[in-house]
């Protein structure tokens, strides 16, 4: 097993609540580019909001075990025009 817990090996909620909260810092975050088949390219980017690791448990390796809170940002490139819809109108007035 190349990632996460050793296999059969349960997290939890105890050890998620004595893990140990890292600070972090961003050193790269790249984004992932897809050709979709209808012509659109689709970029999705990792973002890491918080880390922890768990005290105590490791992998068979071991490598302590690592918990990530993150979103994925998704946007969209050359998307084809016949499946843009056309924009909605603001519901806010100029000032």
């Known amino acids: ?6 296999e059969g090996m349960r997290i939890t909620q105890k050890d ?7 600070d972090f810092k961003e050193q790269e975050e790249r984004w ?23 005290k105590d448990k490791y992998r068979d ?7 990530i809170n993150s979103h994925n940002v998704v946007r969209t490139i050359n998307t084809p025009q016949e499946l843009r819809l056309k924009p909605k109108e603001s519901s806010m007035k100029p000032v």
């Open 1 to 6: 097993m190349s990632a996460g817990a050793p």
């Open 16 to 22: 998620i609540a004595e893990a140990v909260d890292l």
């Open 32 to 54: 992932n580019a897809y050709e979709l088949s209808d012509g659109t390219i689709l970029k999705v980017k990792l973002v890491l909001n918080g880390v922890k690791r768990l």
């Open 61 to 67: 390796d071991g490598e302590p075990i690592y918990l």
